[in-house]
């Protein structure tokens, strides 16, 4: 991802792949060739391998080899996602600027995988690039640096996934008032494919009000947040019973079990738009 980027944003870079591209080394392959089609590639030999299996008759030699090396292939793709996913997020981390130190979370630093990523809008028609970190919901700016470098400059403060609350908000029902129709929509058109996320942790709360591009992209966003949630409310259970909690920031520590909740109150007030 860095590489694609640097080879967009500067000349220099693009023009060195391009001559690497030409030479006889490369065998005239692009840059994503080497970088992303090898792992697309390697997740295809689990199929590859069911389908084998399937056809391999009960009395053949291969029957009884062919399950370790369709699990040892599984294990290999398991690893490279895991490897990818660390990749990705530690990516994503470094492009953060913080506009205040109080948004720097222990939580954001202590995420290993990104959930989902990508542009939302939020109640006054602000497109907004959010990241579900493992442990943190992240809304940011993208924006350019000194150097021309895209940066994701953080809006607000980030939202610890433990303490995250999560409501549906029913086509036409955006429940943040004028200033909300008016920026999701034009005349007299329903709100659509919005949700609201809101926490009640250590500063005081806040609540963001997102509209998603259509209703799949509105699906997915709710259905990685709810796993993002149960998943720290199942961590906060095991990290309260272990002796290790000691070791932790208090806040890390005793922050509030995930409050797992789909609702569509759209009485609850927008306080970030305020």
């Given amino acids: 991802k860095a590489l694609l980027d640097m080879k967009k944003q500067q000349k220099r870079v693009e023009q060195f792949l391009r001559l690497c591209q030409e030479s006889s080394f490369s065998r005239k392959l692009d840059l994503w060739n080497f970088l992303d089609l090898p792992r697309s590639r390697l997740v295809k030999y689990p199929l590859l391998l069911r389908e084998i299996l399937k056809s391999t008759p009960p009395d053949h030699p291969d029957e009884d080899t062919l399950p370790e090396a369709l699990e040892l292939v599984q294990s290999i793709v398991s690893e490279v996602d895991r490897k990818t996913g660390e990749a990705e997020c530690q990516f994503y981390r470094r492009g953060l600027a913080y506009l205040e130190e109080g948004q720097r979370l222990p939580e954001i630093q202590l995420s290993r995988f990104l959930y989902c990523h990508g542009e939302l809008k939020n109640n006054k028609g602000q497109k907004l690039h959010v990241f579900l970190f493992e442990l943190c ?40 008032g004028g200033a909300f129709r008016g920026a999701f929509t034009s005349g007299n058109d329903k709100v659509r494919n919005c949700f609201r996320v809101s926490s009640r942790g250590r500063s005081k709360a806040q609540s963001h009000s997102l509209q998603a591009n259509d209703s799949f992209n509105k699906q997915q966003w709710i259905s990685c947040l709810r796993q993002a949630m149960v998943q720290s409310r199942d961590r906060n259970a095991q990290v309260s019973q272990s002796p290790l909690s000691s070791r932790l920031s208090p806040d890390f520590a005793l922050y509030h079990i995930a409050e797992l909740s789909l609702s569509s109150d759209t009485e609850m007030a927008d306080q970030s738009s305020q």
């Fill in 137 to 176: 919901l992240v809304l940011t700016r993208s924006v350019e640096d000194k150097e021309g470098a895209v940066v994701f400059q953080v809006y607000r403060q980030p939202l610890p996934t433990a303490t995250l609350h999560l409501e549906d908000l029913p086509d036409g029902e955006g429940g943040g």
